[in-house]
C-alpha cells in the first residue's frame, strides 16, 4: 500500500485542476474537488491532512511530511471559520453551506483524529465544541413584524443553525393557518405565508427542529395592516 500511497502523493503536488494543490499565502490548501478549486469543503480537506501525516510519520516520508505540513498551517487558520457558533459548515467560498447531520459527525471524526496525532488544541477543542452543538436546542426568534393583508408576505426570522420551522398564526386565540415545517440554513431566512385579509395582530408560534432532534420555540407579533384598495380604472 506505500508504493501506492507515495504515487497518489503527485497530486498534492500538483495545482488544480490537473492535481488538487491550491496554493495560498501560508501554504497549500487540498482542495476535494479538482475541478472547483475555489469550493472550499473542510472534512476533505483534514481527511488529506490525516493521510498525509500518517504517510510522513508511520511511512518516514519526507514529501508527505512536507505536505502535510503545508497544509497544516493553513487548515489551522481556516478552521475557525467553518464554525458557526451552532453548528458547523460543510463548505464555504464559491458555496457556503452548513453540513448536514452525517458531515458534521464525520468532520468530527477527522478533528479527532488529529487530535490524537497532534493534541492539538485547535483541532481537539473544535470537536468537542462541534459536539456539544449536537445536544443544543436552535435559537430561532420572529423578525418580521409587519405584513400587508392580502399579499403574498414573507415572514423572516431568525435562526442560530440549519434547522426545520414552522410557524403557527392566530388571532385572538384561534388558531388561523400553519406553515408547514422546512429545512432553511442559520441567519435571517424568510418563510412564505398567504396573509389574510383582515387587518389586526396575530401571534406566532415559532418552532425549529435541528437536525440532531432539537427543537427550539418562540413566540411573536405581526401586525397585519388593511390591504390596498384597487385602484379605479378611468373610464
Request: glycine fraction near 10%.
Amino acid at each position: 500500500m506505500l508504493p501506492i500511497a507515495r504515487e497518489a502523493l503527485g497530486l498534492f503536488k500538483t495545482p488544480t485542476p490537473e492535481g488538487v494543490r491550491v496554493p495560498t499565502e501560508d501554504g497549500a490548501e487540498y482542495a476535494l474537488y479538482s475541478f472547483a478549486p475555489d469550493l472550499h469543503v473542510i472534512n476533505g480537506f483534514v481527511q488529506a491532512l490525516v493521510g498525509l501525516y500518517d504517510l510522513g510519520r508511520i511511512g518516514g516520508d519526507a514529501d508527505a511530511q512536507a505536505l502535510y505540513v503545508e497544509g497544516e498551517r493553513v487548515a489551522r487558520r481556516t478552521l475557525p471559520t467553518f464554525d458557526t457558533g451552532a453548528w458547523s459548515l460543510y463548505s464555504r467560498g464559491s458555496i457556503e453551506h452548513e453540513s448536514d447531520l452525517a458531515y458534521h459527525q464525520l468532520l468530527r471524526s477527522f478533528l479527532r483524529s488529529m487530535c490524537t496525532r497532534t493534541q492539538d488544541p485547535v483541532y481537539c477543542d473544535t470537536e468537542l465544541r462541534f459536539a456539544q452543538y449536537e445536544l443544543e436546542a436552535p435559537v430561532v426568534s420572529l423578525v418580521t413584524t409587519r405584513l400587508r393583508g392580502g399579499t403574498a408576505g414573507k415572514v423572516r426570522v431568525r435562526l442560530s443553525k440549519i434547522s426545520r420551522v414552522g410557524l403557527r398564526f392566530s388571532r385572538d386565540g384561534r388558531a388561523v393557518a400553519t406553515r408547514p415545517a422546512i429545512v432553511v440554513g442559520h441567519g435571517t431566512p424568510s418563510l412564505s405565508w398567504s396573509v389574510p385579509r383582515t387587518p389586526g395582530e396575530y401571534d406566532v408560534k415559532l418552532t425549529a427542529v435541528d437536525l440532531a432532534g432539537n427543537v427550539g420555540t418562540a413566540e411573536g407579533t405581526i401586525e397585519v395592516l388593511k390591504p390596498k384598495r384597487k385602484r379605479k380604472r378611468a373610464t
